[in-house]
């Protein structure tokens, strides 16, 4: 006998199971969170952060010195901004790697000093205003410090 159609006779029914689905979803499944659980946190550390702000400061140091002008820090609760003092004003630096900087979230920053300065003044000797920059987070403390020869340190606090 001819078949009648181009394809043959028709057959058993083809497809998956209900039990076969579950199977490949489960796997499915078990894979991604695998994957999720693995994936790092895209976040910085506060450690990480802190060393960002350490190295803006060491590069506003070099500028002040190589450029022969006052370079100056400003910190504030989201974030610090460079600029440039020329005649008695305040300008800021808009250019790479000067531009203004936002804490990570949930990082908040207070500035520790006996006069609670929120700035940091690099000369173009490469003398700075001394000052300390706590930065906060859930998960920790750490301290920034900048002293008068202009030396950048960075004190993590035990946990």
Known sequence: MTP???IGEP???SGFTLIEMLVVLTIIGIAAGAILITAPDSRRTLTQEAERFA???VRAKEEAVLTN???DVRITPDGYAFGAVSR????PLDQRPFESVRW?????ATVATDDR???IAFDSTGIATPVAVDLFRS????????DMAGSVRIDVAPR
């Open 11 to 13: 057959g058993p029914e």
């Open 104 to 108: 990570s979230e949930d990082t908040t």
């Open 117 to 119: 300065r929120s700035r």
């Open 69 to 71: 002008r006052t370079i």
């Open 55 to 57: 190295a803006g400061l």
């Open 139 to 146: 998960d920790g403390h750490v301290r920034v410090r900048s």
């Open 88 to 91: 008695g004003l305040w300008r």
């Open 4 to 6: 009648t159609s181009a």
